[in-house]
């Protein structure tokens, strides 16, 4: 079974730090492009960052290029958003999604698989 597992979410200042981990199991990142995304409330779901099954391509939203940093731990199946410099606006439930393809596109309706999505909040 597909599994995808969301955590490291809360509440920073803003400024502040957070490293998300998207923690897959039933499938290994060598075949799969994995994204991040992100809804905030009242918004459509829009991509953040997307990192490629080699691990060689990485892909940003203007709006979080050079703030944030997407990685990955193949020996740990798992997939990281290093968060610097956060915003308010950077205020939403941020999900990993995974797609069975080479390249990453940041497209919602691309994604094959989901996580339940964790909450970051950033306020003072």
């Known amino acids: 079974q597909l599994q995808l597992v969301e955590s490291g979410g809360g509440l920073v200042q803003p400024g502040g730090s957070l490293r998300l981990s998207c923690a897959v199991s039933?499938?290994?990142?060598?075949?799969?492009?994995i994204c991040w995304f992100r809804q905030a409330p009242g918004k459509e779901r829009e991509g953040v960052s997307c990192?490629?099954?080699?691990?060689?391509?990485?892909t940003y939203t203007d709006s979080v290029e050079g703030r944030f940093t997407i990685s990955r731990d193949t020996a740990k199946n798992t997939v990281y958003l290093q968060m610097n410099s956060l915003k308010p606006e950077d205020t939403a439930i941020y999900y990993c999604a995974a797609r069975r393809s080479l390249m990453p596109t940041m497209r919602v309706d691309a994604m094959d698989y989901w996580g339940q999505g964790t909450q970051v909040t950033v306020s003072s």
């Open positions: 039933g499938f290994t990142l060598d075949y799969y492009t």
């Open positions: 990192i490629s099954s080699s691990g060689r391509t990485t």
